[in-house]
């Protein structure tokens, strides 16, 4: 047994060893093989960045980082329009008696630089603010707008409060910028409103839309009533269901009618059979056939009217079927016991949106007809003083040389029409796009009110019942003040 221990040895290698350092062949004898490379070649650096990049790009269009600071933006209206809110009614509890404003005023967040001391405010008009018929808007020097005192945007002293005043500056929109509508707002007149515009898709449907205002872009505290005159609204016909109502001028005589009568003080009458069927924002009044069928849109109060003058947006969602001539026009233009073309002749009056017999879209201003073009492209011959890359008019003295094109793509589907004037400027909207401006200088627009009573009709041209159009149509809304684009998109997204 001892040999075999002794040969089993004599198997084990022994290393050998010079100055410390193991040598030979043996198992523990360092290798004369070369290292092994563990870094990446630059194909693979290359794929990994590429592979990095890609998921990064997907990373940031799935989080959307503009959507996100818009909700930033709203949330931080959210919570400051709901601080004014509360502080308003406490101070109103505390200082019962101490003012709180001017009726017919509209105090806004947005401060004017160009007022000059010893003036302390402005009508806003420098940043291009033009007020609803019968209001004005007010704005303070920069220096002031954020005071506690009653001196700055809002017109109530808050340090009078016997708790002091709950803010150290008064809050502003995080954007406050007039020409895009987002400033916070306050008008007051036996009661108040406070309100502020929506930016983000969140919040336009969770906020403004669920506020129960007439406003759906604007997150309303208060009297919404009292906003909805401030906003310049002074008709809104959202088409979604009819009853029976009796007509003010004429007591005992009742006909179908819409709930508009309560929404906005004025009335709509159906006339015919119509049916009721899903809009874009619930229900929505189906005229086809057209056939003996209309709506006709009256006043019921000179202080709503609905004679439109120097300013204006009319708007609202059609989806027209078939049929020519106007889908909502003034009555200015119909002549009792006239057949429709009459109409034609005298070619004047309001007309949001009509369909010729070539079909072309057209619309109308006081005495000017003008038809669009929806190509979106820059046409040939067009003036450089005017925006032809859109719409254009024919060659009829009015300075333009644009050729209409024919709108069967608007056939039997949804779209929002919009129609603004500004003084002497025109502006008109196709599904939120600008599709034709006019050059006040070139062809301008003069003032041109309809004779009211009653006033607008839908799927209506005359006497001739067989001049009508086939239509759907819901949201419809009149104001007596321009609109700027962003709320016209504004309207547009959330409704659509």
């Known amino acids: 047994?001892?040999?075999?221990?002794?040969?089993?040895?004599?198997?084990?290698?022994?290393?050998?060893?010079?100055?410390g350092l193991s040598t030979g062949s043996g198992w523990g004898a360092k290798s004369n093989r070369k290292p092994v490379a563990c870094g990446f070649t630059v194909i693979e650096l290359l794929v990994a960045i590429g592979v990095a990049a890609i998921l990064s790009a997907v990373a940031i269009f799935a989080l959307q980082p503009a959507a996100l600071l818009q909700e930033s933006r709203d949330?931080?209206?959210?919570?400051?329009?709901?601080?004014?809110?509360?502080?308003?009614?406490?101070?109103?509890?505390?200082?019962?008696?101490?003012?709180?404003?001017?009726?017919?005023?509209?105090?806004?967040?947005?401060?004017?630089?160009?007022?000059?001391?010893?003036?302390?405010?402005?009508?806003?008009?420098?940043?291009?603010?033009?007020?609803?018929?019968?209001?004005?808007?007010?704005?303070?020097?920069?220096d002031?707008?954020?005071?506690?005192?009653?001196?700055?945007?809002?017109?109530?002293?808050?340090?009078?409060?016997?708790?002091?005043?709950?803010?150290?500056?008064?809050p502003v929109d995080p954007r406050n910028d007039a020409a895009a509508g987002h400033y916070y707002a306050y008008v007051t007149g036996g009661s108040y409103a406070l309100t502020g515009q929506m930016e983000s898709a969140k919040y336009l449907q969770r906020v403004a839309l669920a506020d129960k205002g007439t406003d759906f872009t604007r997150l309303e505290f208060g009297s919404t009533q009292l906003w909805a005159r401030a906003s310049g609204l002074v008709g809104y016909f959202s088409l979604d269901r009819v009853f029976q109502g009796e007509d003010p001028n004429n007591p005992g005589f009742f006909f179908p009618m819409t709930e508009e009568a309560s929404e906005s003080g004025n009335i709509a009458a159906v006339i015919?059979?119509?049916?009721?069927?899903?809009?874009?924002?619930?229900?929505?009044?189906?005229?086809?056939?057209?056939?003996?069928?209309?709506?006709?849109?009256?006043?019921?109060?000179?202080?709503?009217?609905?004679?439109?003058?120097?300013?204006?947006?009319i708007a609202g969602w059609f989806n027209w079927k078939s049929g020519t001539r106007s889908l909502l026009r003034d009555n200015t233009g119909i002549v009792p016991g006239q057949p429709a073309n009459k109409f034609e002749e005298q070619n004047k009056g309001w007309l949001?949106?009509?369909?010729?017999?070539?079909?072309?879209?057209?619309?109308?201003?006081?005495?000017?007809?003008?038809?669009?073009?929806?190509?979106?492209?820059?046409?040939?011959?067009?003036?450089?003083?005017?925006?032809?890359?859109?719409?254009?008019?024919?060659?009829?003295?009015?300075?333009?040389?644009?050729?209409?094109?024919?709108?069967?793509?608007?056939?039997?589907?949804w779209h929002h029409y919009a129609l603004v004037k500004k003084g002497a400027e025109i502006t008109y909207y196709l599904d939120s796009k600008l599709v034709y401006r006019n050059d006040p200088a070139v062809d301008p627009v003069g003032n041109f009110a309809s004779s009211c009573g009653p006033c607008w009709y839908v799927s209506r041209n005359g006497e001739d019942p067989f001049e009508a159009v086939s239509t759907l149509a819901d949201e419809v809304r009149f104001y007596n003040r321009p609109f700027p684009a962003s709320e016209i998109k504004a309207y547009y997204e959330i409704t659509k």
């Open 144 to 170: 002031d707008y954020r005071k506690v005192n009653g001196e700055g945007w809002m017109p109530i002293n808050f340090e009078s409060m016997s708790t002091g005043s709950p803010f150290a500056t008064l």
């Open 352 to 413: 949001l949106l009509g369909i010729n017999h070539v079909p072309q879209l057209i619309f109308r201003v006081a005495d000017k007809t003008f038809p669009l073009n929806l190509q979106g492209q820059p046409l040939p011959g067009c003036l450089a003083t005017r925006t032809c890359t859109c719409v254009g008019m024919r060659n009829n003295g009015y300075a333009a040389v644009c050729e209409p094109q024919t709108v069967a793509n608007l056939q039997n589907s």
């Open 75 to 142: 949330a931080k209206r959210l919570s400051e329009l709901s601080d004014l809110n509360r502080a308003v009614g406490l101070f109103i509890a505390d200082r019962s008696t101490a003012s709180v404003g001017a009726a017919h005023t509209i105090y806004i967040s947005v401060p004017d630089s160009s007022i000059t001391p010893p003036e302390t405010k402005s009508d806003c008009g420098a940043l291009g603010l033009v007020p609803p018929t019968g209001w004005a808007y007010e704005c303070k020097h920069p």
């Open 272 to 313: 015919g059979s119509v049916n009721v069927v899903n809009g874009k924002v619930g229900g929505a009044l189906d005229f086809s056939p057209a056939f003996s069928k209309y709506l006709r849109l009256m006043q019921t109060s000179p202080e709503i009217s609905l004679a439109l003058r120097e300013h204006a947006t």
């Open 1 to 19: 047994m001892y040999r075999r221990l002794k040969q089993r040895n004599s198997l084990t290698p022994t290393p050998k060893s010079h100055g």
